[in-house]
């Protein structure tokens, strides 16, 4: 199976073709992409479980990145530390078996290199030049919305537990066609 | 291939550890490791090593920036770009800076001793 067969099978076998007429263009492409990389460099075997959007969110540990330009966007990686110390070790195959920081380095690493080639496929596709700040990792944040805004929560069911990713696109349109 | 001083910057531990640990693999023992442009334009000041491996999106100092930095102190200095933020806007800033080359991360090991190799003085 090839790669793009493996994220449209992971993506039909989810709720993701009934919420996507309530997203954007721009978090649409990001889910896609995601599902294509977790696949890619951490795990081929992972259910994508219900997408939902919500005004507020706290998350545990910030472990985030902002992606710049226009549109621009929140977005971070959340869940239990025991799964996420799993998920950094899947990735980065460092012997990681605490919730220390490299785990957290792992994880925003991880953020970094997913978000690093989502713009450059929107950069390729000539649909938008966006830019990334540095990853930040502090301690738990709460996350709210504007007025117009949603927060995407991106489930994604492993062997060892669920890891949510966030998506806060930040209000402001773009049409990918 | 001892005396090649190479200097790998970038804000990921993971990432330095990677890439140092494929440059020991292609022979370079002689790696020094910085965490943003900051310390990448200083080191280089005191080390003048024959490559600079910089990422681009760091704290501190991006690696643009320390690029521009670093050929003003010294315009034949070797930099090469690892990133992933490869996007059309960044090549050309990247270029514009004065590197001479850009790897697009995650890092494939056969193209950074392509780019090495090509890019060593001979």
């Known amino acids: 199976m090839t790669n793009d067969e493996l994220t449209l099978n992971i993506l039909s076998n989810s709720n993701y073709a009934e919420i996507s007429d309530s997203l954007t263009a721009f978090v649409k492409a990001y889910i896609e992409k995601l599902i294509e990389d977790v696949s890619l460099y951490v795990d081929s075997s992972i259910i994508l479980c219900t997408i939902e959007t919500v005004d507020t969110y706290r998350a545990g540990h910030e472990l ?4 710049t330009g226009v549109p621009s966007a929140y977005s971070a990686i959340d869940g239990d530390p025991a799964v996420l110390t799993h998920f950094a ?12 920081d490299l785990c957290k380095e792992a994880i925003v690493d991880f953020l ?8 450059v496929l929107l950069s390729k596709l000539n649909v938008c030049e ?9 301690e738990s ?15 994604i069911k492993f062997s060892f537990g669920i890891v949510k990713f966030l998506l806060y696109e930040l209000p402001g349109s773009m049409d990918i066609g | 291939m001892s005396d090649i ?31 943003n442009g900051e310390d990448a334009v200083n080191k280089y000041k005191e080390e003048k090593p024959d490559i600079v491996f910089l990422d681009i999106v760091m704290p501190v ?13 010294d315009p034949h200095a070797v930099i090469i770009v690892i990133s992933s933020v490869g996007t059309q806007t960044h090549l ?26 090509h890019n060593l003085p001979s």
């Open chain 1, 64 to 67: 985030s990145q902002d992606i």
């Open chain 1, 89 to 100: 070790e899947q990735y980065a195959k460092l012997g990681i078996d605490s919730f220390d």
């Open chain 1, 112 to 119: 970094n290199l997913h978000n690093g080639l989502f713009i």
């Open chain 1, 130 to 138: 966006l830019s990334l700040n540095a990853p930040k990792n502090t």
């Open chain 1, 141 to 155: 944040i709460n996350l709210t919305t504007d007025v117009n805004g949603k927060i995407t929560i991106i489930p």
């Open chain 2, 5 to 35: 001083k190479l200097l790998v910057c970038d804000d990921s531990i993971l990432a330095r550890k990677s890439m140092t640990g494929m440059l020991n693999s292609f022979g370079y023992e002689n790696v020094i490791e910085v965490s």
């Open chain 2, 61 to 73: 100092k991006d690696g643009i920036t320390a690029t521009k930095e670093i050929i003003e102190f």
């Open chain 2, 92 to 117: 050309r800033e990247v270029i514009k800076a004065g590197a001479r080359d850009f790897i697009q991360k995650p890092v494939d090991a056969e193209l950074l001793k392509q780019v090495l190799d």
